[in-house]
Structure formats: structure tokens, C-alpha cells
């Protein structure tokens, strides 16, 4: 099973009980700081950095209000308290950021955050500007100065995040690019993910600081009686189109759960959230959960399942080895999540005299572009070390604007291409080639824009 960068969370509710795949849950009354450690933005001497990007994943609802502030001098780690008042606790500390929710995910770019106010506008003026070694010119927004600031003076720095609305999110990242502005150009990314410091532990309900026997204060679980549940069957169908995906999930569980009500089990049908079968038997102990007609773009292993039922929390985690069987997870999962190819039919034909080889390969591609447009690009096909060149201007858009077509002589060769980004699906056809390898085990490799994806085939 593939396991992205990101994934998507699934959050449905039924008759008072909840079923969750990693999704975090705070309040208007809780305030979150995320401190991380300045010595992990080593910038390179002669590099700067243009742009830091916070991202909220599967943010819900997509209005939920919060105030975000970038801080200086914080301990490293993530703490979750409980305000004293109302309002914004960080009102008058560090700097305040602002955002937008778009796609599921809530974004705030600091080169795009310059408030008048600024102290850094009166140290460094309206527009601070800087020439890049490629030539390029990168202007300085005043909260790009101020997180430059709060690294440099190696107190550490974090986001402070005081919430106005009850939302929903599965995973928050910081990625601060930094680029040279002298010797050779070079870019650096240095990214960060709030749960890299902490991982779930299914046996004590709470999220536990890596390198710590504490207790984290991340996400604290009441009280209530923990119920584990083994997984044993879990199937994930990717829909032709975007929320029409399929996800069930079975197993058991171990344990007798006293002051029930008097029906041995639960079960309903076709109940708002696309659940179309949720079924907790007490008796037999088993349960089988069936939501379809959802939208689980960028689901990843570990899947984990909590199921609230009264002040019992059930829950428990599948991954690669029940999902899905002996098959992978579906590649369309990963639209506009992750670049991802994979080879699913390779034939090779050579033929008895120069120029006149063939080739075929087929298979699934995704982008984490959804809005890539390959009238206008370049595409290169990598057959081992030979390269065949698609020239920008060669393909066609279909009726369906994310389906593109070429038929094409290039250098080496003819190709007759078809790319699907909907379907996400991908046939190349070769011919009148000189294939220097036509056995073995051969990289084939497609790249485009900032795509690159390869595989190794057996031949």
C-alpha cells in the first residue's frame, strides 16, 4: 500500500457514534502552540529564506475560526491547554498570521502576510528586495523578516493557535524553502509535521512524545473504558470520480461491555455520512462498517478506526497487510495529493531491422498539480537511458479537459501518448525505435513539469 506525504481523514457520525481515521478534534476553549527548535533550520551560508507555508490538513468546517500567531522563544514540543477567558490568549505575542481554506486544506503563506504595523517595516522599509543567485528577485514580507529573526536568535520559535470554533483536522505542516543569493543557486526545504514529534498509542488512547514515557498533552482521550478492536478485513475501492469512493472495515473485539442498552447490537442502514452499513454485534463481538460515496483522496496506511459507543472508545488500526488483500491501494486516491506511477503492462516487440522496435506501456499516473495543463509542457518519456522527447505544443486536450493526447514523431522514434489525470491512467506507444534494452530489468520514467516518477520493470 502506498504510503503519501499527506491523507485524508474520514469523519462521519451516526446515532451518537463516531468513526474517525486520524482526525484531531479542538475547541473554542483550547489553545495549541507547536514549538520547534531553530537549530533545525541550519540555513546554508550564502541562502535566505523566501517563503514559509503552514498548512492545516482536511480542515472542518471550512469557516471555523481561529487566530494564528507566529512566536518567539518557544519550548519545543506541542502543548494543548485549556484557556482561563475567552478570546485570543496570544493577543500582544509574536506576530499575527492570516490564511485561507481552500480544498479541504486551511493555507497561510508568510510571504504573502506584511502588515503595516510591522516593526520590521520601519527596520527594513516598505519593500525589502534581494536578487537570488539565478537572478531572480524575492521581496521580503515583514512576517518572513520576523521568522527569520525568531530562528536566528536561537531561542527557538513555534505557532500559537487560539480557537474561536470547534474544528477538525488530521495533520499540520510547516515548510520554510530557503534560497541562495550567492555562489551556486540552490533551494532548501525544510519541512515539518506536528506529529512527527508524537505517535499514537491505540493502548493508552493518547498521543505520546517520541523519546518521552510521559503523557503528551497533544490529544488527552477521557477517561473512558478503551475497547480494542482487531481489523480483519479492510477493502478501500477508489470511485471513477472524486467522492464516490468505497471503504469497509471488519474485524472483532475482544472484550465485554457492561451497562449497554438492552439490544445485543447495533445496526443501521443508509444513514446520513454515506454510511450505508455500520453493525456492532456485543454479542458475537464482531462489527463491519461500510461507508461509500465518500471522498478519501489521499488515505494512507495506518487507517485508524475509533468507533464511540456511549463511554466506550473502540478502536484500533489496519495497515498494508489487511488493506486491500494481496492489491495495492488504488493510485487514484493519490489525485492531487502525491506525483505517483505505476507500471501495470510493458510489451517490447524488436524488430528485424533498425527502426522498427516497438514498445507499449501502460498504467496509473497522479499529480499533486490537479490544475497541469500539458498543452504547454514538454513531457519526457525514459526508456533505461534513452530518451524520447515530446516537444511542447503536441498535446491535445480531449473533450474531458484532464485528458490529453499526442501522436507525434520525435527524436528516436513515434509516439502515440494518452494521459488521463481524471481516470488517471496513462498508455504510451512507441514505435519506428532503436531500444538499446529490450530485457532485464529497465527504469521507465515519465517527467513533465515538476514531475519525475519512475519504475522498474521486469522484462
Aim: charged residues 15%; proline residues 4%.
Amino acid at each position: 500500500m502506498n504510503s503519501p506525504k499527506f491523507h485524508r481523514s474520514l469523519f462521519l457520525m451516526l446515532l451518537g457514534i463516531s468513526i474517525s481515521v486520524q482526525a484531531h478534534t479542538l475547541s473554542p476553549d483550547q489553545y495549541l502552540i507547536w514549538g520547534l527548535d531553530s537549530q533545525d533550520v541550519q540555513i546554508p551560508v550564502g541562502s535566505v529564506i523566501t517563503e514559509a507555508v503552514l498548512t492545516i490538513h482536511d480542515f472542518v468546517p471550512s469557516k471555523a475560526r481561529f487566530n494564528l500567531h507566529l512566536l518567539d522563544n518557544t519550548a519545543v514540543g506541542v502543548q494543548l491547554g485549556v484557556k482561563e477567558q475567552p478570546g485570543n490568549i496570544f493577543d500582544g505575542f509574536g506576530t499575527l498570521l492570516t490564511g485561507n481554506a481552500s480544498g479541504g486544506k486551511w493555507i497561510c503563506r508568510l510571504s504573502q502576510i506584511n502588515p503595516a504595523n510591522s516593526p520590521m517595516r520601519t527596520i527594513f522599509g516598505d519593500s525589502f528586495k534581494m536578487t537570488l543567485s539565478n537572478g531572480s528577485e524575492v521581496s521580503f514580507s515583514s512576517a518572513l523578516l520576523e521568522l527569520m529573526d525568531y530562528i536566528g536568535n536561537g531561542g527557538g520559535f513555534g505557532l500559537g493557535f487560539s480557537f474561536t470554533d470547534v474544528c477538525t483536522f488530521s495533520q499540520i505542516t510547516l515548510d520554510i524553502i530557503a534560497k541562495s543569493y550567492a555562489g551556486g543557486y540552490q533551494e532548501k526545504v525544510y519541512s515539518f509535521q506536528i506529529s512527527q514529534m508524537y505517535v499514537y498509542d491505540p493502548v493508552l488512547g493518547t498521543w505520546v512524545y517520541q523519546g518521552s514515557d510521559g503523557q503528551s498533552e497533544w490529544e488527552i482521550q477521557e477517561d473512558d473504558p478503551y475497547v480494542p478492536l482487531t481489523v480483519t478485513n479492510c477493502q478501500v475501492i477508489a470511485g471513477e470520480t472524486i467522492g464516490q469512493d468505497t471503504l469497509t472495515i471488519s474485524g472483532t473485539f475482544d472484550r465485554v461491555l457492561s451497562n449497554l442498552p438492552q439490544s445485543s447490537a447495533i445496526k443501521t442502514e443508509n444513514q446520513p455520512g454515506q454510511i450505508t452499513t455500520l453493525v456492532v454485534d456485543f454479542a458475537n463481538r464482531t462489527f463491519e462498517v461500510v461507508a461509500t460515496r465518500v471522498d478519501l483522496s489521499g488515505l494512507s496506511s495506518p487507517i485508524q478506526i475509533n468507533l464511540l459507543v456511549g463511554s466506550y472508545l473502540m478502536t484500533g488500526q489496519v495497515d498494508e497487510t489487511i488493506i486491500n488483500g494481496d492489491e495495492l491501494i488504488p493510485l487514484r486516491l493519490m489525485r492531487g495529493y502525491q506525483d505517483q506511477l505505476r507500471v501495470s503492462e510493458v510489451a517490447v516487440n524488436k524488430g528485424q531491422a533498425p527502426g522498427t522496435d516497438t514498445l507499449t506501456v501502460c498504467g496509473e499516473i497522479t499529480t499533486d498539480n490537479p490544475g497541469i495543463n500539458l498543452t504547454n509542457q514538454k513531457v519526457i518519456i525514459n526508456w533505461g537511458d534513452q530518451p524520447f522527447v515530446i516537444p511542447i505544443g503536441s498535446f491535445i486536450q480531449t473533450k474531458n479537459l484532464n485528458k490529453y493526447a499526442c501522436k507525434v514523431d520525435v527524436p528516436g522514434g513515434f509516439v502515440d501518448c494518452l494521459i488521463d489525470f481524471d481516470r488517471c491512467l496513462f498508455t504510451i506507444n512507441l514505435s519506428k525505435a532503436s531500444l538499446d534494452v529490450a530485457s532485464g530489468r529497465v527504469k521507465f520514467m515519465i517527467r513533465f513539469a515538476q514531475f519525475k516518477q519512475f519504475e522498474y520493470v521486469q522484462m
